[in-house]
């Protein structure tokens, strides 16, 4: 079996981060979002991955390289224009070849990973799996009616859902999911939809059968949606302690300081990861934060974020609270008289100021 994977989306609604770095690369507890992807299908032992991407391919592949460091191989796949899901499916058939396929949602993130979906589409004789998760609002998604084992019918973002499974973006295909992928129009939004492409495959006789998400799921789109990814992380984190905490600093809970790392006259209230090089001082760091490398953060105190690599807080009187901060980002207390907001804001950033 191989993998494929859909990293075209640019991330819109993840700017300004995205300007700079694509959404796959932003780091949940200190780890590229893609990289949870690419340990999930190591699991169920695929090792072929196609990586679909558009014009964003020449920030992607030199950061994601051809994965002979995790020994898989990347084949990236170019999809020219974002017209749906079934569209990139289309664009990888060559690669896909007679294979049967894991198609995956790059931005997805699951607790228990993908072996229970290889194990329902193992079961037999099956030409799909989808993966599906009880929701609270199904009509957000696309939305399977089940009979037993097998998926009778699938809407997508059905006002009036059948259910509450929605499908998540992990699904198995073996090849005749082409010839149903060719034979469907385009959506009103004009894509491509692989619920009309799953849909098809029922009208053509082929069984579609499914697996119930057991543990969380993350779908990584928003800012608060990587913060909720994040805590969800790093309620799994072991402490472990290899920099240099000292004796007047307090830890608590499950704390991660990697080598390298220094924690000086501080409160750490885990679970939290500080990665090497970064220097805690004088500074209150709360539950679900994420530090990254190089970040220094002193007399100051945050809590439920992420602050990627390189970046200082210092002085900041407010607790910062639920934020993601890009890297080699200065926040830091004006100085001189008058007390005044002196920043230097890039393009669609949001801050809220006390
Ligand atoms: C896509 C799929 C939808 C699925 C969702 C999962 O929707 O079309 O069936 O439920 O991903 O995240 P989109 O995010 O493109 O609106």
Not at 125 to 136: H, N, R, Y
Not at 317 to 342: C, F, Q, T, W
Request: hydrophobic share 40%; with cysteine.
């Amino acid at each position: 079996m191989k993998g494929l994977i859909l990293c075209a989306g640019k991330g819109t609604r993840m700017r300004p981060i995205t300007y700079s770095l694509p959404k796959q690369l932003i780091p949940v507890a200190n780890k590229p979002v893609i990289h949870y992807a690419f340990e999930a299908f190591a699991g169920v032992g695929i090792k072929e991955l196609g990586i679909v991407v558009s014009d964003n391919r020449g920030d992607i592949e030199p950061l994601l390289g051809d994965g002979a460091d995790r020994g898989m191989k990347f084949t990236y796949i170019d999809q020219p224009e974002t017209k749906g899901i079934a569209h990139a499916v289309l664009c990888a058939e060559d690669f896909v070849g007679d294979d049967t396929f894991l198609l995956y949602l790059g931005d997805n993130l699951l607790q228990k990973g993908l072996t229970g979906l290889v194990d329902a589409y193992g079961r037999g004789g099956q030409d799909a799996a989808i993966m599906l998760k009880e929701v609270p609002e199904p009509q957000h998604f696309g939305v399977a009616e089940v009979k037993g084992p097998q998926i009778v019918s699938i809407e997508e973002k059905p006002r009036k859902p059948k259910s509450n499974l929605a499908v998540i973006g992990v699904y198995i295909f073996n090849p005749k999911v082409f010839k149903a992928a060719k034979s469907i129009e385009p959506s009103a939004r004009g894509e491509l939809e692989i619920t009309d492409t799953i849909s098809q495959l029922i009208r053509m006789g082929c069984e579609v059968t499914h697996h119930i998400v057991d543990g969380w799921w993350k779908d990584t789109g928003r800012k608060s949606d990587m913060i909720e990814a994040n805590r969800a992380i790093l309620d799994d984190v072991k402490g472990e302690i290899r920099g240099r905490v000292d004796e007047a600093s307090s830890l608590a809970g499950e704390i991660v300081v990697a080598r390298g790392a220094r924690v000086v006259r501080s409160r750490i209230s885990g679970p939290v990861v500080i990665a090497r090089g970064a220097e805690i001082v004088d500074s209150y760091v709360g539950p679900y934060t994420s530090i990254d490398t190089n970040v220094i953060i002193e007399n100051s105190e945050i809590e439920n974020s992420i602050v990627m690599n390189s970046t200082t807080i210092s002085g900041v009187s407010a607790r910062i609270e639920s934020s993601l901060i890009g890297s080699n980002v200065v926040i830091e207390k004006s100085k001189g008289r008058p007390r005044v907001v002196d920043m230097v804001v890039g393009d669609r950033c949001r801050l809220a100021l006390p």
